[in-house]
C-alpha cells in the first residue's frame, strides 16, 4: 500500500517541481547525427550528475573590454611559454635522461595549445611540432573540461597527454597580457642543461681536426653589400685604331664579390660591332697578362699528400693552411679605383674620369675623399647642323609642303586641337571678334562699301562679309572666303613659314590689307571689346592699365594745362564731357599717338552708363519664353548644384559664383540679361537668393500668365548687322581720369 500523498509523508522530489523539459543533446552537423550539446543541462534545466553548467555571466563587470568576438579581438595574438620536459633513456648508458627544451603556444582566440621543440643540430631526435594545434583536455579526473588562460603561470607544471611540462619564463607580450588578466605571476625559474649534451660539448671543444680547415667566409660582404655597385666612366686611347679616337668605357665594380665588368658605349653609326660586354665580370688581375697557368695553379686552397704513395699505393691529402706553393695573385680593390688614376685590363690602359653619384658617396663615406674632379675626355661635341628646308613650291599649302619635308612618310599638318577645343563656339560664347570695315580709298563708289570682318579664334582664320545696300549696283555678301591671310609683302617663294594675321592685328583703326585689298577698322560689335578688355594681356589697346601707363608718360609733364582744357570742356561743371570732345582733346594731347581703340577703351572705362529700372515680372517672362524656345528643363540639376555650392546652407550665394554656375549649365540667356536676374534676386548683402531664382527661372512650374508676357526681344552678342554698339558712351567722367593720371587735386 502506498503512502498517502500527504506533507511529510511523501519522498517524491517532484513534489511543487513545475518544469520538466527534456534539453536536446543530439543533433546533425554536415548530415551526420552526433552529440551537439555537451553543455545543456538535464530535465528541467537542473545539472546533470558530475555537470558543471559555465555562469551564465563574466566575472568581469559588464562595459570592460571589446564587444567583438574573441576570433576577432584577439585574432593573432598568441602567449609564448618558454618549458622543457624529462625524458628517460633507457637504453644508453652515457645518459639515463634527457632535458628537452621546447615552446608552449596558446592562442587566444580559440584557446587552443601548440607545442613546438626547436631543432638542434646533430641531436638525432625527430624534432618540431610535439603537440599540434588543438584544444587540449585536463589531466584525469577533470578529462571532460579544457585547458584555459586561467591554467599558465611561470614556474608551474602542466600536463599534456600524460607528459609533465614545466614551464620556466615567457616573453614580454605574455607578461602583460597574464597581470592584465589579473593573474599573479611567479618568478621565473631556471634553465637546466641537458648533462649529456654537456659532456658532448667539452669532448669537442678539447678535440683538434687533423687537417687543419680554413674558412672562406664570403657570406658577410654579400649580404652588407648585394646589390652595391660602383660606376666609372672610362676612356682607353686605342693606339691599334686607324683613326685613333679614344673609347668610351663604364666599369662596375660590385661590392658584393669584388668583381668588375667594362661595357663600352658604342656611338650611333660609329662601324663598330656592338658587343655585350667589353670585359665580362669578373676579378681583374693587377699584372695581367703574365702568362698561361696549367689548370687547378691558382686556387683557393692548397693541398698535401703526407704520404706519397708509400703506403698501399694510395695517397692521404689534407688542406695546407700555410699555402706552400701557391700562386698569389693581387687583384683590384675599390681602393685601388679613384678618379684619375691609370688601371691595367689585360694589357690597356684605362683612365677613369669620372662617377656617379653613389660612388662619390661611398668613398667620401668609407674613405674621406672629397676631391671628385673629373677629368675632362670628351671633346666640345660639333655644333648642330641647321636644319634647312627647300622653299615653298606653290603647291598647296606651305604647312603641307613643310610636312612632305619632316620625313619620308608625308603626314598631313596638325591642327591645334587643344586651342581649338578651347576657343570653339560653347553655349553663348562665340568666340567670335567681329569688325565694321570700309576700304581705304578714293574711289566714290567704294567708299561707301560697309564690311564685316570676323576672325575665328579657334583656328586663326578670317571671312569678310559686304553689308548689302540697296541701289548700289554692287552686290553684297560673302567677300572673303573664311581662311588664313598672309601679311602682305612677303616672299612667296621661301624656305621660312610665312606670318599671318593674329587676333592682334585686328582693333578699332587698324588699317590691314587682305589680298591686295586695305580695309579701316572703324568699329566693333560688344562682344569684341569686352573680350578684349577680359583678356587684356593679349590685347595691348584694350588693357587700361597700359593705356593709363601710355597717356602718363605723355603728359605727366603738362598736368596743369590739361586739367585746364577739360575744364574749359564742362563750362557748367558737371563733371561729365560727351564723347566726341573727349576723343577730340585725347588725339590733341597726344598728338595721335593713341589708336581709336585705345581712345574707346578709356572712354569704355570711365563712361557713365544708363541704369535702366525694369520690371522683374517683364524681365522673368522674356527670360522664360527664351528658355521655352530652348526646351531648357534642367531646373533640378541647377537647383542641386546650388545647394551643393551653398556650403553653410544659408540660401545665398555670391553672384559671381551663381552666374559660372548657370554659364556652366549653358543657360540660354545673354550674359547682360543674366546679370540683370541675377541682381533682381540680391539681398541687401549683394547675395543672391539661389533658391528664389531658380524658381523664378522655372517655366514649368511658375509659369507667368500669357497677360503679364511682354514680348521684350533678348539681345544675342552674336546677331550684329555692323551697326554702332547697343549701349554707346554717352558721357565720361573726366575728373576720375585726371585723379588717375596726376593724383587727386588739392
Same mark, same amino acid.
Given at each position: ?16 517541481k ?41 566575472v ?13 579581438a584577439?585574432?593573432k ?25 621546447c ?13 613546438i ?11 618540431? !611540432? ?25 614556474n ?40 649529456y ?59 658584393s ?42 686556387t ?7 704520404f ?10 689534407i ?162 572666303e ?24 585686328l ?45 602718363k ?68 517672362s ?15 540639376q ?16 555670391p ?23 541675377? !541682381? ?10 539661389y ?5 523664378g ?5 511658375n ?19 555692323g551697326?554702332?554698339?547697343?549701349i ?14 596726376f593724383?587727386?587735386?588739392?
Amino acid at each position: 500500500m502506498a503512502l498517502p500523498l500527504l506533507p511529510a509523508a511523501s519522498r517524491q522530489r517532484n513534489i511543487g517541481k513545475e518544469k520538466f523539459h527534456k534539453s536536446q543533446h543530439w543533433g546533425y552537423c554536415n548530415n551526420v547525427a552526433m552529440l551537439v550539446g555537451e553543455d545543456k543541462p538535464g530535465i528541467g534545466g537542473e545539472p546533470l550528475p558530475g555537470q558543471k553548467l559555465k555562469p551564465k555571466y563574466s566575472v568581469f563587470p559588464e562595459g570592460m573590454g571589446s564587444d567583438a568576438p574573441a576570433w576577432v579581438a584577439f585574432d593573432k595574438q598568441v602567449l609564448s611559454f618558454d618549458a622543457y620536459f624529462e625524458e628517460e633513456v633507457p637504453d644508453k648508458n652515457q645518459e639515463l635522461y634527457r632535458i628537452r627544451h621546447c615552446k608552449i603556444y596558446f592562442y587566444l582566440e580559440d584557446d587552443t595549445v601548440q607545442v613546438i621543440e626547436p631543432q638542434v643540430k646533430n641531436s638525432g631526435i625527430t624534432q618540431g !611540432t610535439i603537440v599540434r594545434r588543438h584544444r587540449i583536455p585536463l589531466p584525469p579526473p577533470h578529462e571532460d573540461q579544457f585547458y584555459t588562460i586561467d591554467h599558465f603561470n611561470i614556474n608551474i607544471e602542466v600536463i599534456l597527454y600524460a607528459r609533465k611540462y614545466k614551464i620556466i619564463d615567457c616573453d614580454q607580450f605574455t607578461k602583460n597580457f597574464l597581470r592584465k588578466m589579473g593573474i599573479r605571476l611567479n618568478p621565473p625559474a631556471g634553465r637546466p642543461d641537458d648533462p649529456y649534451t654537456k659532456e658532448r660539448q667539452k669532448i669537442l671543444e678539447s678535440m683538434k681536426p687533423l687537417r687543419p680547415y680554413e674558412r672562406i667566409d664570403t657570406l658577410k660582404q654579400f649580404l652588407e653589400h648585394d646589390g652595391h655597385v660602383l660606376r666609372f666612366f672610362c676612356v682607353w686611347d686605342d693606339p691599334e685604331s686607324m683613326f685613333h679616337d679614344p673609347r668610351e668605357l663604364v666599369l662596375h665594380y660590385y661590392l658584393s664579390d669584388d668583381t668588375i665588368d667594362i661595357k663600352e658605349i658604342i656611338p650611333v653609326n660609329s662601324g663598330r660591332d656592338a658587343v655585350p660586354l667589353f670585359l665580362r665580370r669578373d676579378k681583374l688581375p693587377k699584372y695581367a697578362p703574365t702568362g698561361l697557368y696549367q689548370p687547378g695553379t691558382i686556387t683557393s686552397r692548397t693541398v698535401l699528400n703526407v704520404f706519397g704513395k708509400l703506403v698501399g699505393n694510395r695517397g692521404h691529402y689534407i688542406l695546407d693552411n700555410r699555402k706552400t706553393g701557391a700562386v698569389h695573385q693581387e687583384f683590384y680593390r675599390d681602393s685601388d679605383l679613384k678618379i684619375g688614376a691609370v688601371i691595367n685590363v689585360w694589357g690597356r690602359k684605362i683612365i677613369l674620369c669620372d662617377c656617379d653619384e653613389f660612388t662619390k658617396k661611398y668613398y667620401r663615406t668609407k674613405y674621406g675623399i672629397e676631391d671628385f674632379t673629373p677629368v675632362p675626355y670628351k671633346a666640345l661635341p660639333p655644333p648642330k647642323p641647321e636644319k634647312k628646308f627647300p622653299p615653298y613650291t606653290g603647291f598647296g599649302s606651305e604647312e603641307d609642303s613643310l610636312c612632305s619635308c619632316m620625313g619620308l612618310l608625308p603626314k598631313p599638318p596638325q591642327r591645334d586641337f587643344k586651342k581649338f577645343m578651347e576657343k570653339d563656339r560653347s553655349g553663348m560664347e562665340s568666340n567670335i571678334l567681329r569688325f565694321l570695315a570700309k576700304f581705304v580709298t578714293d574711289s566714290p563708289i567704294d567708299k561707301d562699301r560697309k564690311f564685316i570682318i570676323s576672325y575665328f579664334l579657334s583656328d586663326d582664320t578670317i571671312s569678310v562679309f559686304e553689308h548689302i545696300q540697296r541701289n548700289t549696283g554692287i552686290l553684297g555678301g560673302k567677300f572673303l572666303e573664311r581662311g588664313r591671310i598672309k601679311k602682305p609683302g612677303q616672299e612667296l617663294f621661301k624656305s621660312e613659314p610665312s606670318e599671318y594675321f593674329k587676333a592682334q592685328n585686328l582693333f578699332v583703326g587698324a588699317k590691314v590689307c587682305f589680298h591686295g585689298h586695305n580695309f579701316l577698322l572703324v568699329d566693333a560689335d560688344e562682344y569684341t571689346f569686352n573680350y578684349m578688355e577680359k583678356h587684356a594681356n593679349e590685347f595691348s589697346v584694350a588693357d587700361i592699365g597700359v593705356i593709363l601707363k601710355k597717356l602718363k608718360d605723355i603728359t605727366e609733364s603738362r598736368s596743369r594745362e590739361i586739367r585746364q582744357v577739360f575744364a574749359a570742356t564742362d563750362p557748367e561743371h558737371t563733371k561729365v564731357i560727351e564723347y566726341d570732345p573727349f576723343r577730340n582733346l585725347i588725339v590733341r594731347i597726344t598728338d595721335g599717338a593713341f589708336s581709336e581703340h585705345e581712345i574707346m577703351t578709356l572712354g569704355r572705362y570711365y563712361s557713365v552708363r544708363d541704369e535702366y529700372e525694369m520690371d522683374l515680372h517683364s524681365l522673368l517672362s522674356a527670360a522664360q519664353e527664351q528658355l521655352k524656345k530652348n526646351s531648357f528643363e534642367n531646373f533640378e540639376q541647377l537647383s542641386a548644384v546650388l545647394i551643393y555650392n551653398d556650403q553653410e546652407k544659408c540660401g545665398v550665394l555670391p553672384h559671381e559664383m551663381c552666374r559660372t554656375i548657370c554659364k556652366s549649365f549653358k543657360l540660354p540667356l545673354a550674359d547682360d540679361n543674366l546679370q540683370a536676374l541675377l !541682381t533682381m534676386f540680391e539681398n541687401d548683402h549683394k547675395q543672391v537668393e539661389y533658391k528664389k531664382f531658380v524658381d523664378g527661372l522655372n517655366w514649368r512650374e511658375n509659369q507667368i500668365p500669357a497677360c503679364q508676357m511682354i514680348k521684350i526681344p533678348f539681345k544675342n552678342e552674336d546677331d550684329w548687322s555692323g551697326q554702332s554698339p547697343s549701349i554707346p558712351v554717352k558721357g565720361i567722367k573726366y575728373l576720375r581720369l585726371l585723379d588717375d593720371l596726376f593724383g587727386k587735386e588739392e
